[in-house]
């Protein structure tokens, strides 16, 4: 039971931390790719919460590394709605 509510927790601080990144500004969450520098920020890497990510890189780290912002390891990235 307390597993369950640890995942939901879990859960909905990730739909908090997406809603917030669609209501701040680009300037503050780095609107490029931290990446290639190029396209549009539309993923976040887990557990760090980092908005890093265009599509195109995300797809080609998807099964983790390591975040470029913060440097923390992460097991996997979120689209941003």
């Known amino acids: ?3 369950d509510l640890t995942l939901e927790n879990q859960e909905t601080q990730e739909i908090q931390d997406i809603q917030e990144f669609q209501d701040s500004s680009d300037e503050e969450n780095h609107s490029e790719c931290m990446i290639c520098k190029r396209d549009k920020v539309e ?3 887990f557990p760090c919460r980092c908005k890093i990510l265009c599509k195109k890189c995300a797809m080609k780290m998807a099964s983790g590394g390591k975040c470029r912002k913060c440097t923390k390891l992460f ?4 689209r941003i709605l």
């Open 75 to 78: 097991v996997q990235c979120k």
């Open 43 to 45: 993923y976040m890497c």
């Open 1 to 3: 039971m307390e597993k």
